[in-house]
């Protein structure tokens, strides 16, 4: 990781650590899809990539402009265009698109992207990785609310392990600092780095799916259900960032 910019918060990646990040996303993700077949084999996991740019519109009202990079509207016909924050809204709208178009589509279903997002993060050096251009790895589990399984507490240490089995640090599972309120729950794996622990992993169970999901049984009238979210949502920088400290140890 270079600062050569010289401007806190945007680095360059080599190529050995572009390497190591496509391995982490490919590993991750057979990971996840592996823990989620063996809880329940009707899963369906997929991949999706989405236009870093999206409109202000969905971006969430959490996000207020000073949080975010906003194009420049030149004509007052102009689409209010933002850098993305997080993947979450681009997910939820092509998980919305399949499940309503697709017939053969069902809960459960987890949509996972990989890609760059984009914050006004405050000025710190860094080595706290609080980075204005970063990547991230989300996973959206959506399934039914009246699922006999908790997922989420399920996949608590199966994902520590996952991340130790390739970092090569001490990890833990904490409570969030905070809890958002799209979230029931909400934890966070931390790598100890010597420096500190650094948050690397955030695990919630989301509420905040954008519709109901309808099914139908063999007989009988169709069945209205609430929509639960395990939401796995990896720090890859953060990952390669500590990845680095233990190789150099």
Same mark, same amino acid.
């Given at each position: $990781?270079?600062?050569?910019?010289?401007?806190?918060?945007?680095?360059? &990646?080599?190529?050995?650590?572009?390497?190591?990040?496509?391995? $982490?996303? @490919?590993?991750? =993700?057979?990971?996840?899809?592996?823990?989620?077949?063996?809880?329940?084999? !009707? &899963?369906?996991?997929?991949?999706?990539? !989405? /236009?870093?740019? $999206? /409109?202000?519109?969905?971006?969430?009202?959490?996000?207020?402009? !000073?949080d975010i990079w906003i194009q420049e509207?030149?004509?007052? =016909?102009?689409?209010?265009?933002?850098?993305?924050?997080?993947?979450?809204? =681009?997910?939820?709208?092509? $998980?919305?698109?399949?499940? @309503?178009?697709? =017939?053969?589509?069902?809960?459960?279903?987890?949509? &996972?992207? !990989? @890609?760059?997002?984009?914050?006004?993060?405050?000025?710190?050096?860094s080595k706290h990785m609080r980075l204005k251009e970063f990547w991230q790895l989300e996973f959206q589990c959506a399934y039914t609310a009246d699922s006999g399984n908790d997922y989420h507490a399920a996949c608590l240490e199966p994902v520590r392990r996952m991340i130790a089995s390739l970092i090569h640090l001490p990890t833990r599972i904490v409570p969030s600092d905070r809890l958002p309120a799209y979230s029931e729950v909400t934890v966070d794996i931390e790598v100890d780095n010597a420096d500190k622990w650094m948050e690397v992993c955030s695990i919630s169970r989301r509420t905040d799916f954008p519709q109901r999901y309808q099914s139908q049984p063999k007989k009988g009238a169709a069945v209205d259900?609430?929509?639960?979210?395990?939401?796995?949502?990896? @720090?890859?920088?953060?990952?390669?960032?500590?990845w680095n400290i233990a190789a150099d140890r």
């Open positions: $990781m270079l600062n050569i910019y010289h401007v806190n918060s945007l680095v360059h &990646w080599e190529e050995r650590e572009i390497h190591l990040r496509d391995h $982490m996303i @490919g590993f991750f =993700s057979q990971e996840v899809r592996s823990f989620l077949r063996s809880v329940n084999p !009707a &899963w369906d996991v997929r991949r999706v990539e !989405a /236009p870093a740019l $999206m /409109p202000r519109s969905l971006v969430s009202s959490a996000y207020s402009n !000073a509207q030149l004509s007052t =016909s102009d689409i209010a265009l933002v850098l993305r924050p997080e993947t979450t809204p =681009s997910t939820y709208l092509y $998980m919305q698109h399949i499940l @309503g178009n697709h =017939s053969k589509t069902r809960l459960p279903l987890c949509v &996972w992207q !990989a @890609g760059r997002s984009y914050r006004r993060e405050q000025e710190q050096p259900h609430d929509v639960l979210v395990l939401e796995i949502a990896i @720090g890859l920088d953060r990952c390669l960032y500590n």
